[in-house]
C-alpha cells in the first residue's frame, strides 16, 4: 500500500548502524547553558533513537555500533539490552576513547541548542569487520545515519553493512541526520552523503539537508526537483521533513502527501524528527498508507517535544493512538 517493499520471513525488523551517545538534558529550563547547574543523562543518538521507538512499538530491533569502555558505554549497553534490542553487534571499543556527549540548552520551547563533545569518540571507531554480513541478511530494514559517514573507520563500515543489504535484498532507510561538528567540509558530505542516499530505497532528511547533497549551493530548494532526483535512482519513497510544519512524503509514481502535525505543548525541539522517523518506519513495515504512517509520526513527535527526554519518550504505540484519537485522527 505504500509502494515500498520489504523480504518477508526474517527475524529481526529492523537493524540499525551509527551514533550511540549520551544526552544530557538540562533540568533547568527557561535558562541559558551557564546558569544550569544539573542535567539529567538519557541515550542518544539519531539512529539510538530510532531504534528505541521502533522497540517500544514492539518490533524486534538490533544495532551496529561501537561503545566506550566506560560508564557511559555499560549504561548505554543495558539501556539497550532492557528493551530487547540485540546488542550482539555493539563493540567495546579499545580503551582511552569516549562515549559522545550532547548537552542541551532549553530557554524557551523554540529557543533550544545543543553543545556536542564528539572528539575521540567509540561511534566513530566503528570497523568495517564490526558489521555482520548475517545480522543485515537477517533483517528486513538497514536503517543507516548520516552522522556514521563523516570519517573513518565508521565511514567504511556503513558502506560494508550497505554492500551487505544490497547482496541480500534488505531494504534501505537513510536518515541524513546532518550534524556539522563532525564533518571536514561541505564537500565530504556532498560525496559521502549523495553515495549513500543513492543506494537508499527510502530517505529521510529536512530541507537543509538534502540541500547539502546538492552541487549547487546557491540554488534556491525546490522540493519536487529533490525527491525527483532521488527517486530518479534506487528511492521508491522520499520524505523531507518541514519541522514545525510537518513532512511532506513523495512517492515513486508521482504522487505527493502532504503530512500534518498536532497540537503539543512543547517543552524542547530536539527529538522529534527522531521520534517521527521510528514511527513512520513503524508505519511502512505495517503495510500502512503513506498518510497513516505520517499521522503515526506526527503524533509520537508531539509526545516526545512535549517531553524532557527524546530516548525515554519515545511512544508505545498505545500512546501513539490516544493523541490520534484526542484529534479526531485515529484510523482504525
Known sequence: MNGVRFPDNRPLDVVSIG????????????????????????LGGSPANITVALARLGLQTGFIGRIASDA?????RRYLEQLGVDTSSVVNDRPGS?????????KSPTDCSILMYRDNVADLNLE??????????????LVVSGTALAASPSR????????????HGTTIIYDIDYRPYTWASRDEVRVYCSLAAGQADVILGGKEEFSLLDVDTEAEFDEEAVASRWLGNRASLVVIKRGGDGSVAYAADGTMYPGRTFPAQVVKTFGAGDSFAGAFIYGLLQGWDISRCQDYGAAAANIVVSSHSCSDAMPTRSQIEDVLRSHGALTE
Open 98 to 106: 569516549m562515549t559522545g556527549l550532547a548537552f542541551t540548552e532549553i
Open 19 to 42: 551514533r550511540l551517545c549520551m544526552d544530557l538534558n538540562a533540568n533547568e529550563i527557561h535558562r541559558p547553558m551557564e546558569d544550569t547547574l544539573t542535567f539529567t543523562k538519557y
Open 72 to 76: 557511559f558505554g555499560r549504561f548505554i
Open 156 to 167: 567504511e563500515a556503513v558502506f560494508t553493512a550497505i554492500s551487505y543489504a544490497r547482496k
Open 128 to 141: 568495517p569487520a564490526d558489521v555482520k554480513e548475517e545480522q543485515i541478511a537477517s533483517a528486513k530494514v
